[in-house]
C-alpha cells in the first residue's frame, strides 16, 4: 500500500524546540509532530511511497537508520487517523 | 413589534439599506437566526460604516474557516466510507459549500449530514465507528427510538474531531405521512468527482422544503427558506414541480417557493406569487425574532413545535415520546 | 429590552439588556467612566427565567449572542456578576478579531507581561497588586493579541476579586471604587474593583508581549524556563478561540511563544510572587 501526505502549500510549519507545529489547511487542524512523523510527512509529501521505500528514504535522507518497519507502521497509523496521511 | 423582516429584506436586497440602518439590531438577528456568516457575503463590497464592515469582515473569515472545517468532516467521512463501495451523497451545508452554491455562501454548518443506500446502513455503522466515531449518547431508550422511527442512525461524533455526523437514509422519517423516493435520491445524485455526491439540483430544493415544512419545527426557517432561494438562483426552478410531485412533496415545495417569493423576491412561477390559506402563520414564525435576538412568538412557535411531532408520528406514539422525555 | 446599557472595554463594544433595573444601574455608575462603542459587537441579556420570575424570587437568565445551554440562572441580587459573566461569555465564544487568552496582562513603557493560569492561581490579585506598584493594567481575564501585529491589546474590565483576594486588592488600592460584596455566589464571595485612572484611560493602547508567566500560588518560591512547545500546547489550551481563529491563531500564537520568554513560577504569597516578578522583568 502507498502513503501520500499533503504538498507542502498545505501545510504551515513553525519550529518549536524539539517540535514541529504544523496547521493543515484543509482541515484547520493543529498537529504537533516530533522526529521522525515531520520527516516521514515531508517525504510523503514529495510522492506518494509505500513503506518500505519510505524507510529506505528516511535511512537516506534523515538518517533515520533505527527506524523498524514495526514503528514505522505504527507512525503511519498514527498520521492517517489525524488525517494527514491518506493510505492510497 | 420588531421582527426578521428587516434581516429577510437585507438579504433579499443589500442595496436597499440605508446607512442609519439599525446595524446592531440587523446584526444580532442575524446572529440569533445563523445568517451572520451569509450577510456578511450579501453586504461584502457595498458602502457600510467603518464598525460594521470590521464587525462583518470577522464573520466572513469564520464562516470561511467553518467552510473548511466541514469540507474536511467529508473528505474524513469519505476516506471511512471508501473501502465499501457505496454511494455517499452529502446533504444540506455540507452540500451546498461542496457544490460551490450560492447557498453556502457563508452559511454556518454544524453536523456532516450524508445520505447512503438503506441496505448499506449498518455496514456503513461498522465502518465510522472504526474510523473514530462514537455513539453520541448511549441511552437506551434514544437509541431504539432512532432505529426504530427515523430516517437516521442515531448521532454519531468524532472522538478526536468533536464533529458530529448523521447518516441518513432518506430524507423524512419513516413515520411521516409522505415517502419520498430515495432511491431516486441516490440514483439522480450528482458526483463531485472525489467518491462523493450531491443531489440533483431539483432534489436539492425538495429536500429543503420537505425538511423545513414536513420534518421540523421551522427552527432555522429562515436560514432553510434562504438555501432555497439560492438554489433557485443557481439552477432556476424548471422540472420542480415534476419532481415535487413525484417524492410527494408538492404541497411542501410549493408553500417553500411562496414564502421565499415573499420574503426574498424569489422568481418563481406565477402560480406560486401569492399567499395562500395558512401562509401567513409560517411567516409570523419564521420571522419571529426580535432585535436583540429574543424569540418572539411564543404561542405560533408552541404550536410549530407540536405539529412537528404530529407529523412525525401516529398521536399514540406522540404520547408515549413526550412522557418518556418529560419523567427523565 | 426595558433596561439598556451600552459600553466599550477596549476594543470591544457590549449593549446590556435587561429586564430589571437594578443590573444597569450598577454598570452605569461602575463603568461610568469608559465610551460607548459606535457599534457593539455583542448582545448580551439579562431575562427573568418566567415571565413571573420578574417580581417573585427574580431569577436572571443569562443570555445573549452566544450562550452556554447548562449556564444556571443567578438570582436578582447577583445581577452584576451577571453582565460580568454573560459580557465574558460574549466575547470568549465570539470573538474573532483578537486570539484570545485566558490570562492577566500588565504593561511598562509598552511592554506587556502577561500571567496565565488555572482559576485560582491568582491572576486578578497578581495584576491588581503591580497595578498598584505603577504597572498599567491592561485586564484580568483575557489578553487580546492582534494576529496582525502581534501586540497585546488591553480589556479592562471590571476586576473580578474572589474570596481571600477581596481583603488584598483593596489593601493594595484602599481608594478603588468597589461595586456590591455579593456573598455567596457559586464562585464563593465576589467584589468587582473598577481599574484605575490610568488603566481605563489607556485603554487603547496596546502593548508589546515581552515576558509571559505562568504562576502557581500556595507553594515555595520556584521558578522554571517553559520551552517554546510546552508554552504553545498550554496557550492552545487557555484560550476560548484558537481553533475558531484557524490559521491566524496558528500565526499568532506560533509567534508569540517564539519571540517572548516564559518562565512557571511558584509563589506562597503576593508579596513575594511581585518580588519575583519583579526580578524575571529585570532579566527577561
Given at each position: 500500500m502507498r502513503y501520500r501526505a499533503p504538498d507542502a502549500a498545505a501545510?504551515?510549519?513553525?519550529?518549536?524546540?524539539?517540535?514541529?507545529?504544523?496547521?493543515?489547511?484543509p482541515s484547520g487542524i493543529t498537529h504537533l509532530l516530533a522526529s521522525p512523523a515531520r520527516e516521514i510527512l515531508a517525504l510523503l509529501g514529495e510522492e506518494p511511497l509505500d513503506g518500505d521505500m519510505l524507510l529506505a528514504r528516511l535511512a537516506d535522507r534523515y538518517d533515520v537508520a533505527d527506524a523498524t518497519r514495526d514503528a514505522l507502521a505504527a507512525r503511519l497509523d498514527e498520521l492517517v487517523v489525524a488525517g494527514l496521511v491518506e493510505p492510497l | 413589534m420588531a421582527d426578521a423582516l428587516i434581516l429577510a429584506r437585507a438579504l433579499a436586497d443589500p442595496q436597499s439599506l440605508a446607512l442609519d440602518t439599525d446595524w446592531i439590531g440587523l446584526i444580532t438577528t442575524a446572529r440569533a437566526e445563523q445568517l451572520?456568516?451569509?450577510?456578511?457575503?450579501?453586504?461584502d463590497g457595498l458602502p457600510l460604516p467603518e464598525d460594521v464592515a470590521l464587525l462583518l469582515a470577522d464573520a466572513r473569515a469564520s464562516a470561511e474557516n467553518g467552510r473548511r472545517a466541514a469540507?474536511?468532516?467529508?473528505?474524513?467521512?469519505?476516506?471511512?466510507?471508501?473501502?465499501?463501495?457505496?454511494?455517499?451523497?452529502?446533504?444540506?451545508?455540507?452540500?451546498?459549500?461542496?457544490?460551490?452554491?450560492?447557498?453556502?455562501?457563508?452559511?454556518?454548518?454544524?453536523?456532516?449530514?450524508?445520505?447512503?443506500?438503506?441496505?448499506?446502513?449498518?455496514?456503513?455503522?461498522?465502518a465510522l465507528l472504526a474510523a473514530g466515531w462514537e455513539w453520541v449518547k448511549p441511552d437506551p431508550y434514544d437509541d431504539a427510538y432512532y432505529r426504530r422511527w427515523m430516517h437516521e442512525l442515531p448521532p454519531l461524533i468524532h472522538r478526536t474531531r468533536d464533529r458530529m455526523i448523521d447518516v441518513h437514509h432518506t430524507i423524512l422519517p419513516p413515520?411521516?405521512?409522505?415517502?419520498?423516493?430515495?432511491?431516486?435520491?441516490?440514483?439522480?445524485?450528482?458526483?463531485?468527482?472525489?467518491?462523493?455526491?450531491?443531489?440533483?439540483?431539483?432534489?436539492?430544493?425538495?429536500?429543503?422544503?420537505?425538511?423545513?415544512?414536513?420534518?421540523?419545527?421551522?427552527?432555522?426557517?429562515?436560514?432553510?427558506?434562504?438555501?432555497?432561494h439560492c438554489l433557485i438562483d443557481d439552477h432556476g426552478s424548471d422540472g420542480l414541480a415534476a419532481r415535487a410531485a413525484h417524492h410527494g412533496l408538492t404541497r411542501e415545495t410549493a408553500r417553500a417557493l411562496r414564502l421565499c417569493h415573499?420574503?426574498?423576491?424569489?422568481?418563481?412561477?406565477?402560480e406560486h406569487r401569492d399567499l395562500r390559506g395558512g401562509d401567513a402563520l409560517y411567516l409570523r414564525r419564521v420571522l419571529a425574532r426580535d432585535d436583540w435576538g429574543r424569540p418572539i412568538r411564543p404561542a405560533t412557535r408552541f404550536a410549530f413545535y407540536v405539529r412537528s411531532h404530529w407529523l412525525r408520528m401516529p398521536p399514540a406514539m406522540l404520547a408515549r415520546h413526550l412522557w418518556t422525555k418529560w419523567r427523565r | 429590552m426595558r433596561h439598556q446599557f451600552t459600553v466599550r472595554i477596549g476594543p470591544i463594544g457590549f449593549?446590556?439588556?435587561?429586564?430589571?433595573?437594578?443590573?444597569?444601574?450598577a454598570l452605569q455608575d461602575l463603568y461610568r467612566y469608559y465610551p460607548s462603542p459606535n457599534l457593539p459587537d455583542f448582545t448580551v441579556r439579562l431575562e427573568a427565567t418566567h415571565w413571573w420570575r420578574r417580581w417573585l424570587r427574580p431569577s436572571i437568565r443569562i443570555g445573549g449572542d452566544y450562550m452556554l445551554p447548562e449556564a444556571a440562572p443567578l438570582p436578582l441580587g447577583f445581577g452584576l456578576l451577571a453582565a460580568e459573566m454573560a459580557m465574558n461569555l460574549q466575547l470568549a465564544l465570539g470573538g474573532r478579531r483578537y486570539l484570545l487568552l485566558h490570562a492577566a496582562c500588565v504593561a511598562r513603557d509598552g511592554e506587556a507581561l502577561l500571567l496565565t493560569g488555572e482559576s485560582g492561581a491568582g491572576k486578578s490579585t497578581l495584576a491588581t497588586l503591580l497595578a498598584a506598584r505603577g504597572w498599567r493594567f491592561l485586564s484580568d481575564e483575557f489578553a487580546l493579541i492582534d494576529p496582525e501585529t502581534g501586540l497585546v491589546?488591553?480589556?479592562?474590565?471590571?476586576?473580578?476579586?474572589?474570596?481571600?483576594?477581596?481583603?488584598?486588592?483593596?489593601?493594595?488600592?484602599?481608594?478603588?471604587?468597589?461595586?456590591?460584596?455579593?456573598?455567596?455566589?457559586?464562585?464563593?464571595?465576589?467584589?468587582?474593583?473598577?481599574p484605575d485612572a490610568l488603566a481605563v484611560g489607556a485603554m487603547d493602547e496596546p502593548a508589546r508581549p515581552a515576558l509571559l508567566l505562568y504562576p502557581r500560588h500556595g507553594f515555595a518560591?520556584?521558578?522554571?524556563?517553559?520551552?517554546?512547545?510546552?508554552?504553545?500546547?498550554?496557550?492552545?489550551?487557555?484560550?476560548?478561540?484558537?481553533?475558531?481563529?484557524?490559521?491566524?491563531?496558528?500565526?499568532?500564537?506560533?509567534?508569540?511563544?517564539?519571540?517572548?520568554?516564559?518562565?512557571?513560577?511558584?509563589?506562597?504569597?503576593?508579596?513575594?510572587?511581585?518580588?519575583?516578578?519583579?526580578?524575571l522583568w529585570r532579566t527577561r
Open positions: 501545510l504551515l510549519t513553525a519550529e518549536l524546540d524539539a517540535f514541529t507545529a504544523i496547521f493543515h489547511r | 451572520l456568516g451569509t450577510l456578511a457575503y450579501r453586504l469540507l474536511w468532516e467529508a473528505e474524513m467521512a469519505r476516506r471511512a466510507l471508501a473501502p465499501l463501495d457505496c454511494p455517499v451523497v452529502l446533504l444540506k451545508g455540507t452540500a451546498f459549500v461542496a457544490a460551490g452554491s450560492l447557498a453556502g455562501r457563508g452559511r454556518s454548518i454544524g453536523d456532516c449530514d450524508i445520505l447512503v443506500p438503506r441496505a448499506a446502513l449498518d455496514r456503513v455503522e461498522a413515520t411521516a405521512r409522505i415517502t419520498p423516493d430515495a432511491a431516486a435520491l441516490l440514483a439522480d445524485a450528482e458526483p463531485l468527482g472525489n467518491g462523493l455526491s450531491v443531489l440533483s439540483p431539483r432534489d436539492l430544493i425538495v429536500h429543503a422544503a420537505a425538511h423545513l415544512f414536513a420534518d421540523g419545527d421551522l427552527a432555522g426557517g429562515l436560514r432553510n427558506l434562504w438555501d432555497i415573499r420574503l426574498f423576491d424569489t422568481p418563481v412561477a406565477p | 449593549r446590556v439588556g435587561s429586564d430589571w433595573a437594578a443590573p444597569i444601574a491589546h488591553p480589556f479592562p474590565r471590571l476586576i473580578s476579586l474572589k474570596n481571600a483576594a477581596i481583603a488584598t486588592a483593596i489593601a493594595a488600592r484602599p481608594d478603588a471604587k468597589l461595586g456590591p460584596l455579593l456573598v455567596g455566589t457559586p464562585k464563593g464571595d465576589i467584589r468587582h474593583m473598577v518560591a520556584e521558578k522554571r524556563g517553559v520551552p517554546p512547545a510546552e508554552s504553545f500546547v498550554r496557550l492552545t489550551q487557555a484560550s476560548t478561540n484558537y481553533v475558531a481563529m484557524g490559521e491566524a491563531g496558528f500565526t499568532a500564537l506560533t509567534r508569540l511563544v517564539r519571540a517572548v520568554p516564559a518562565q512557571a513560577i511558584d509563589y506562597p504569597d503576593g508579596a513575594t510572587a511581585i518580588d519575583q516578578v519583579e526580578a
